[in-house]
């Protein structure tokens, strides 16, 4: 079964962003392995908590994200 996980900030995606995400990546699957993969294919969307996540040394916000907090802060030390 193909199997697609994404984690995103909580609240920075609409419910049509999440269904053009599982059309895509459904679609997707069904082309490198056949129609068949279709029925089984599963994609799963995680929102993290606000602030759970991080990436090169910074904590991220969904304000962050959706570019509403100004720039990310520099890394502490």
Known sequence: MPFAN?????????PEQKQL???????LYAEVHGERARQNTMVLIE??????????GRVL????????DGPAPAPAG
């Not at 994404?6 to 609409?14: C, E, N, R």
């Not at 929102?47 to 090169?56: A, F, K, N, P, S």
């Not at 916000?61 to 959706?66: C, K, P």
């Open 6 to 14: 994404f984690k995103v900030p909580a609240g920075t995606l609409a």
């Open 61 to 68: 916000t969904a304000a962050m994200v959706n570019g509403t």
């Open 47 to 56: 929102e993290v908590t606000d602030g759970g996540w991080g990436i090169g």
């Open 21 to 27: 995400i599982v059309d895509r990546v459904t679609d």
